[in-house]
Nanobody, 116 residues
């Protein structure tokens, strides 16, 4: 089992920055593939960024150059640095983990609201 707790969401003006954090427990964090997803009202949940156990990163085209995903295996933490935020980035952001058995775990989500 993996438990995930997100934090760092909030209200920010367009052009501003936020840093999301995800605290993981219950499994060998360094072996897990991790990711950030988001879901806006009336839309499907979508991948924002992912990072493999080996540190390889993937980004949605809409956030490339603005968002940076990172992990600290010593602290069992996942981060998402979000810069140059746009109103269309408004969504609930979720942390996701996939363990070595391919089991999927989700956090409870954190709201990010970007005002124009």
């Amino acid at each position: 089992q993996v438990q995930l707790v997100e934090s760092g969401g909030g209200l920010v003006q367009a052009g501003g920055s936020l840093r999301l954090s995800c605290a993981a427990s219950g499994s060998t964090f360094s072996r897990n593939a991790m990711g950030w997803y988001r879901q806006a009202p009336g839309k499907q949940r979508e991948l924002v960024a992912a990072i493999s156990s080996g540190g390889i990163t993937t980004y949605a085209d809409s956030v490339k150059g603005r968002f940076t995903i990172s992990r600290d295996n010593a602290k069992n933490m996942l981060y998402l640095q979000m810069n140059s935020l746009k109103p269309e980035d408004t969504a609930v952001y979720y942390c996701r983990a996939m363990d070595w058995r391919s089991n999927i775990y989700w956090g409870q989500g954190t709201q990010v609201t970007v005002s124009s």
